[in-house]
């Protein structure tokens, strides 16, 4: 490991800590949150699982939007005001939810707030990454990435803790959204404080095109696979525990037990990934939440909903990380390029997967076609990653 100054450090421990919160607050709360609290919000809205799905393809919509426009030079010397401004979006568009109803106008404010996750997600990661990168410390992207399941295990704890209130005037789901926003509102105070500045004049400079291989082809077309794959277990989880018990704690433990996994699951996957790469753990890391999604709706129940929550959380920040790091080596001159257009192919699954989900269940009366669907879906991805030449990727 080189030798490290006291300065840089710090400055590598600001960006984990940075990176981690404003990972938490970007998708733990800005893109996950929606899952715990739909149960209640379909309770007392009357939404069916095609309205559920309609504002959770809105969302993903906007999280599409948020990586093509991503894409763009314009944003080069612009990064750190984006990333900070975006989390401040995504705490206000949190409060926005508690405050109006009706399919069409949640999905413009879910809308909204994909566009402003995307944001957060890219030109965070722009800098954050770069930082881990230049001290050659691989730790500071295991700790950004842990956010993400950081943001969506205390979520889960708060909406339990919620449901434990006394009973209110205001809709349950409502006060959700409230304390939701307060968190995230905490998570960006930090975030403005600690994020480090890019350094350099080299951060203005333009990036090439995208040189297209056939590796980076398989590779982008196997993460958006993986984009419907995992999201109609991310979207219904909870509201498959709610179906299955109707039980406060099972929900709270099922999306728990998620978040956690998905907090240390970069650190679970270390040792394999050392041993035999980084594309050999992103092949393994898509069967294995291939089997959590079958788990969810073929187990007995609650087993069901745990394994599945658990496979599901150690599986898809690490295909997440490990997906955007290849396309990092496959693109090396043009790494937010890459960053972003991989987003956006994650992004156009994700609107498919909840849409087709909804409509399945709506029409079926259960999650068990949709979901058997979404893994058939991922082991599709898992097929072009190895026939693709993705594992030919030297990258450790």
Same mark, same amino acid.
């Given at each position: 490991?080189?030798?490290?100054?006291? =300065?840089?450090?710090?400055?590598?421990?600001?960006?984990?800590?940075?990176?981690?919160?404003?990972?938490?607050? =970007?998708?733990?709360?800005?893109?996950?949150? $929606?899952?715990?609290?739909?149960?209640?919000?379909?309770?007392?809205? /009357?939404?069916? =699982?095609?309205?559920?799905?309609?504002?959770?393809?809105?969302?993903?919509?906007?999280?599409?939007?948020?990586?093509?426009?991503?894409?763009?030079?314009?944003?080069?010397?612009?990064?750190?005001?984006? &990333?900070?401004?975006?989390?401040?979006?995504?705490?206000?568009?949190?409060?926005?939810?508690?405050?109006?109803?009706?399919?069409?106008?949640?999905?413009?404010?879910?809308?909204?707030?994909?566009?402003?996750?995307?944001?957060?997600?890219?030109?965070?990661?722009?800098?954050?990454?770069?930082?881990?990168?230049?001290?050659?410390?691989?730790?500071?992207?295991?700790?950004?990435?842990?956010?993400?399941?950081?943001?969506?295990?205390?979520?889960?704890?708060?909406?339990?803790?919620?449901?434990?209130?006394?009973?209110?005037?205001?809709?349950?789901?409502?006060?959700?959204?409230?304390?939701?926003?307060?968190?995230?509102?905490?998570?960006?105070?930090?975030?403005?404080?600690?994020?480090?500045?890019?350094?350099?004049?080299?951060?203005?400079?333009?990036?090439?095109?995208? &040189?297209?291989?056939?590796?980076?082809?398989?590779?982008?077309?196997?993460?958006?696979?993986?984009?419907? /794959? $995992?999201?109609?277990?991310?979207?219904?989880?909870?509201?498959?525990?709610?179906?299955?018990?109707?039980?406060?704690?099972?929900?709270?433990?099922?999306?728990?037990?998620?978040?956690?996994?998905?907090?240390?699951?970069?650190?679970?996957?270390?040792?394999?990934?050392?041993?035999?790469?980084?594309? &050999?753990?992103?092949?393994?890391?898509?069967?294995?939440?291939?089997?959590?999604?079958?788990?969810?709706?073929?187990?007995?129940?609650?087993?069901?909903?745990?394994?599945?929550?658990?496979?599901?959380?150690?599986?898809?920040?690490?295909?997440?990380?490990?997906?955007?790091?290849?396309?990092?080596?496959?693109?090396?001159?043009?790494?937010?390029?890459?960053?972003?257009?991989?987003?956006?192919?994650?992004?156009?699954?994700?609107?498919?997967?909840?849409?087709?989900?909804?409509?399945?269940?709506?029409?079926?009366?259960?999650? &068990?076609?949709?979901?058997?669907?979404?893994?058939?879906?991922?082991?599709?991805?898992?097929?072009?990653?190895?026939?693709?030449?993705?594992?030919?990727?030297?990258?450790?």
């Amino acid at each position: 490991m080189m030798h490290r100054t006291a =300065a840089s450090s710090r400055e590598i421990l600001r960006a984990a800590i940075a990176g981690a919160l404003a990972m938490a607050v =970007a998708m733990g709360l800005g893109r996950f949150f $929606y899952t715990p609290v739909l149960p209640g919000m379909m309770a007392d809205l /009357g939404l069916n =699982a095609a309205d559920a799905g309609i504002i959770a393809a809105a969302n993903f919509a906007g999280y599409l939007l948020g990586a093509v426009l991503a894409a763009y030079g314009w944003a080069a010397g612009h990064e750190r005001r984006l &990333a900070v401004g975006a989390i401040a979006a995504t705490v206000l568009l949190l409060l926005a939810m508690a405050l109006l109803s009706g399919v069409a106008a949640l999905s413009l404010v879910r809308f909204a707030a994909g566009l402003a996750s995307a944001f957060g997600l890219i030109f965070t990661s722009g800098i954050v990454l770069s930082i881990g990168l230049a001290h050659r410390d691989p730790r500071v992207q295991m700790a950004h990435f842990s956010g993400v399941g950081g943001g969506i295990a205390v979520s889960a704890v708060l909406v339990y803790l919620l449901s434990l209130a006394p009973v209110c005037a205001i809709p349950a789901w409502r006060v959700d959204w409230i304390a939701g926003a307060l968190l995230g509102a905490g998570g960006l105070a930090a975030v403005a404080w600690l994020l480090p500045r890019p350094t350099g004049s080299a951060r203005a400079v333009r990036e090439r095109p995208i &040189a297209w291989t056939r590796p980076l082809v398989a590779l982008m077309l196997s993460y958006g696979l993986f984009g419907i /794959g $995992y999201v109609v277990t991310a979207t219904f989880l909870v509201a498959i525990a709610r179906e299955g018990a109707g039980s406060p704690l099972l929900e709270c433990l099922t999306w728990f037990v998620t978040g956690v996994a998905a907090a240390v699951s970069l650190l679970v996957w270390k040792p394999l990934e050392r041993r035999h790469g980084v594309a &050999a753990a992103y092949l393994l890391a898509i069967l294995v939440e291939m089997a959590g999604v079958v788990a969810t709706v073929t187990l007995p129940f609650p087993s069901s909903a745990l394994i599945g929550g658990a496979l599901l959380g150690l599986t898809f920040v690490v295909i997440t990380a490990y997906g955007l790091q290849l396309g990092r080596v496959l693109a090396s001159e043009s790494p937010r390029r890459a960053l972003a257009l991989m987003t956006a192919a994650f992004g156009v699954g994700q609107i498919l997967g909840p849409l087709g989900a909804g409509f399945l269940a709506a029409r079926t009366g259960s999650y &068990a076609l949709p979901s058997l669907a979404a893994a058939g879906i991922l082991l599709l991805a898992a097929a072009i990653t190895a026939l693709g030449g993705v594992l030919s990727i030297k990258s450790r």
